[in-house]
């Protein structure tokens, strides 16, 4: 995921919002996603945004994109325990068959 | 099947050993990928198959990892003559077609590989 960036860890207080922020350099993205990973398992896809919208809610959800700057963020509102993940950030490309994945921000959650 | 299947689950080998790893896809996915993730470390991209053909093997480290994928359908990912540094949790994720769209991936739960 040299292509995809992201902050590392993320500590939060139970029942505050969490932001996770992504950056991405190919502008020709078609696609962005949010995978959550809890341990031992593989990854879920929680959420993705099409590169023509702004923002997209999902219940405890938010996507916010800014394709000037190439930002992605996720808010996770009301925060809880089984929250604790790594998140992901990817982003598909046109053309390619693959998706770009940045390395993760570990969220904590604590009481 | 209804999710991608990996297994084992967990393998512990002895350096210099073979060992093979399966990956079951959705039924119907055509796009089959493994990803290395290796502890702290994001995904590595190691090879993507559409069908039984590997249009991509540019993530494979070394000659020691192969795969193939029989069937347009079940894939096994190979790494001959294990070293410590092989250690990880070997991903495999299925998609229709392509990753393009809303879909994305579907993941497995991953093969954790422990050389010692």
């Known amino acids: 995921g040299e292509d995809v960036e992201q902050s590392l860890f993320l500590s939060v207080r139970e029942g505050d919002s969490s932001v996770i922020n992504c950056t991405y350099t190919d502008s020709s993205s078609t696609y962005l996603y949010w995978y959550k990973q809890e341990p031992g398992a593989g990854l879920q896809l929680l959420t993705y945004?099409?590169?023509?919208?702004d923002m997209k809610q999902d219940q405890r959800l938010t996507v916010l994109l800014n394709k000037k700057d190439k930002h992605l963020s996720l808010r996770i509102a009301d925060t809880q325990t089984g929250d604790s993940a790594i998140y992901f950030c990817?982003?598909?490309?046109?053309?390619?068959?693959?998706?770009?994945f940045g390395a993760g921000t570990t969220v904590t959650v604590r009481a | 099947g209804a999710g991608v299947s990996q297994s084992p689950s967990n393998k512990v080998t002895e350096k210099g050993k073979d060992v093979e790893l399966r990956c079951d896809p959705i039924s119907g996915h055509t796009a089959l990928y493994w990803y290395r993730q290796s502890l702290g470390q994001g995904l590595e991209f190691l090879i993507y198959?559409?069908?039984?053909?590997?249009?991509?093997k540019s993530g494979l480290p070394s000659d020691r990892f192969s795969a193939e994928r029989t069937g347009g359908s079940v894939s096994t990912l190979t790494i001959q003559r294990t070293q410590q540094e092989d250690s990880a949790v070997y991903l495999c994720?299925?998609?229709?077609?392509?990753?393009?769209?809303?879909?994305?991936?579907?993941f497995g739960s991953g093969t954790r590989l422990t050389v010692v």
């Open positions: 198959f559409q069908g039984n053909s590997a249009p991509d």
């Open positions: 994720a299925s998609s229709l077609a392509s990753a393009q769209g809303r879909y994305g991936y579907t």
């Open positions: 990817a982003e598909s490309i046109r053309d390619d068959y693959k998706l770009s």
């Open positions: 945004i099409f590169s023509n919208m």
